[in-house]
């Protein structure tokens, strides 16, 4: 990691934290990192707190491909959080570039009636934001799909299919596979709706567009990760794999069948 040496540390200040990042930042001056106040100074970036304020720091800092993103976790290890700030031995090992491996993330691009452009790292998520239905007529690769009524939609990435994702019962996906899973929030299924019901795994050269039928009740939440966005009325979403990949380390012997078992088995 020589030619990376300027730190950002994205975190919400508490005293509590700012004790322990006190031994973080001796640690990393003592094998020669600067720390840098302004994110876009930085090529290494790490978020404090768990999978969550990953997913800020990436978003908050606009999902860089040329830095190195750590997830540095203050309580439980998590899907996104390799290193923990009370085990200084674990991130030493970290700053060997021996013990670490750098992962490639798949994201999402999602672009929003054309011209608001977005990325995802969990999920793209659409819900009723009213106590009725709505609908969405699905198509891949310009092909009419399906006609959804329900409470929402949610097309997620490798990363992501074990949040959101999971609870839908959709599929765990190993990381290495970039793709996008389509998965349903509650659909209905009747002689008048039909959906395909199951989670659907598309390959990274698949389009996917989900076009919101304009009924009167078409004003649904879009969520990117772990943000709403502020568009409240829209009536298209493309999502494609982005070309882009968000690059983290993680320690050679926590991998993501690691994770998986350590978190839900
Ligand atoms: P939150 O509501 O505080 O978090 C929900 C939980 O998901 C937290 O335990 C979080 O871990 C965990 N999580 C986040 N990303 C994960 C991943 N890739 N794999 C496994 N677990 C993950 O909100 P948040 O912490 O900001 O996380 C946002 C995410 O919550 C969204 O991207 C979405 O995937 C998920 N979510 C799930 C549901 C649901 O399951 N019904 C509904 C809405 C949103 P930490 O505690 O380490 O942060
Ligand atoms: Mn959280």
Do not use: W
């Amino acid at each position: 990691m020589s030619d990376r040496n300027n730190v950002f540390l994205y975190y919400t200040p508490t005293d509590e934290v700012e004790v322990k990042l006190e031994k973080l930042k001796e640690l990393g001056r003592e094998h020669g990192l600067t720390l840098v106040d302004d994110a876009s100074k930085a090529n290494i970036i790490a978020s404090i707190g768990g999978d969550g304020a990953f997913l800020q720091a990436i978003r908050k800092t606009g999902f860089r491909e040329d830095c190195l993103y750590v997830g540095i976790n203050d309580g439980r290890l998590g899907f996104y959080t390799d290193f923990n700030l009370d085990d200084l031995d674990g991130i030493k090992a970290g700053l060997q570039s021996d013990m670490v491996e750098v992962l490639r993330y798949p994201i999402l691009d999602v672009t929003v009636d054309g011209n608001e452009n977005f990325h995802c790292i969990n999920e793209c998520s659409i819900r009723s934001n009213i106590i009725k239905t709505f609908a969405i007529d699905v198509y891949i690769d310009n092909i009419y799909f399906e006609t959804f009524r329900g409470d929402g939609m949610v097309v997620s990435t490798p990363t992501g299919s074990t949040a959101y994702n999971k609870s839908l019962r959709g599929a765990i996906v190993d990381p290495r596979l970039a793709s996008m899973q389509l998965t349903e929030i509650a659909s209905l299924n009747n002689n008048e709706y039909r959906t395909l019901g199951s989670p659907l795994l598309l390959n990274k050269d698949r389009e996917l567009v989900l076009k919101i039928v304009q009924d009167g009740n078409d004003h649904p939440i879009i969520g990117a990760d772990n943000e709403a966005l502020s568009i409240r009325h829209s009536h298209e979403v493309k999502i494609k794999v982005s070309d882009k990949m968000i690059k983290t380390i993680k320690l050679k012997d926590n991998s993501f069948v690691h994770k998986v078992k350590r978190s839900f088995l």
